[in-house]
């Protein structure tokens, strides 16, 4: 055996690891929010062209104001509002917004975390008068205060209901208290004659009660 053939290889080196590609540049609303308010913006996603961004509680109502007002943004109209309940995550509930602008071809949806323990956030009816009846459904359906709002009386369900219904923790079964039932004006009185019918086509048609 020779003397080359008795001495050990040397061991093969692996190939490099290839690198790691770059991350993908934010879309252009996100990008000018991360520019405006830096660690406000939590985070972002992009689905069909739609654009979604995570803010801070903290300050948000500085943002929407930007959102509304600059006229790259331009988001004049706000379109829903409600919340969602994450039950057992922390934090618990996220109040989401969605955005459309009429002037620029775009739309935004904006989500604010919102810990359990202190469940609210601000209004922005002030910037749009549209949020009145969806921040006050989603505080009675959610729990979820907006600081600001005027008047957060329940729209849906009646004074002296107990808890929250759309809550993950909201018992399916619960038997909420009886109240007394509360007169209503029918727009009709049944079994009165009812005003004739006029139509271009027909002639009147006068509506009565028919007896059994």
Not at 12 to 33: F, H, M, S
Not at 61 to 87: E, W
Request: proline share 12%; with cysteine; hydrophobic share 35%.
């Amino acid at each position: 055996m020779s003397e080359d053939s008795a001495k050990p290889s040397a061991p093969e080196t692996a190939p490099d690891a290839p690198a790691a590609p770059p991350a993908p540049e934010p879309p252009p609303l996100t990008r000018l929010l991360q520019e405006q308010f830096g660690e406000r913006v939590l985070g972002h996603h992009a689905q069909h062209g739609d654009e979604t961004v995570s803010i801070r509680r903290e300050g948000m109502r500085d943002v929407f104001a930007f959102l509304k007002r600059d006229p790259r943004c331009a988001f004049d109209l706000m379109i829903d509002l409600t919340a969602v309940d994450y039950l057992p995550r922390t934090p618990r509930f996220e109040v989401v917004y969605h955005l459309k602008s009429l002037t620029v071809p775009h739309r935004l949806r904006v989500k604010v975390p919102v810990e359990a323990q202190a469940p609210e956030v601000d209004s922005i009816r002030e910037l749009w008068i549209a949020a009145d009846w969806y921040e006050r459904e989603c505080h009675e359906m959610y729990g979820i205060s907006f600081k600001g709002h005027p008047n957060l009386k329940p729209l849906l369900l009646y004074d002296g209901f107990e808890g929250h219904p759309l809550r993950k923790d909201y018992p399916k079964g619960r038997q909420q208290p009886l109240v007394p039932m509360r007169p209503v004006k029918e727009r009709y009185d049944y079994g009165e004659r009812f005003q004739p019918v006029e139509h271009p086509h027909t002639p009147a048609v006068t509506l009565e009660r028919q007896e059994s």
